[in-house]
Nanobody, 126 residues
């Protein structure tokens, strides 16, 4: 059973930085995708960043390009999201997700491609 546990959320002033981490309880498939999503109450969940274990390719939603960096530490089974230049509109609950296969849709941030989800961590930018 795969478990994902996020950490690193909190409150920060606009322009500041935060680093989110997501620890996995066991090794997932070697040819799959990981992603970060975020959600504001009353709105649909949005794909923020994704990374392919197959080749290390990453993809980002337009609003975070150049500010957020997703990475994967395979030795530590950890997914990270480095966020800088934070804006008030980045305020949301952030979720890490993993699936057990690679797909274009997963890399594009389709939440229905992801089977495993963390419990979420709150990021507040003021």
């Amino acid at each position: 059973h795969v478990q994902l546990v996020e950490s690193g959320g909190g409150s920060v002033e606009a322009g500041g930085s935060l680093r989110l981490s997501c620890a996995t309880s066991s090794v997932v498939f070697s040819d799959n995708c990981f992603a970060w999503f975020r959600q504001i109450p009353g709105r649909e969940r949005e794909g923020v960043a994704s990374i392919s274990i197959r080749n290390g390719f990453t993809d980002y939603t337009g609003s975070v390009k150049g500010r957020f960096t997703v990475s994967r530490d395979n030795a530590k089974n950890t997914l990270n999201l480095q966020m800088s230049g934070l804006k008030s509109e980045d305020t949301a609950s952030y979720y890490c997700a993993a699936n057990d296969y690679w797909s274009d849709d997963a890399m594009r941030g389709d939440e229905f491609e992801y089977k495993y989800w963390g419990q979420g961590t709150q990021v507040t930018v003021s």
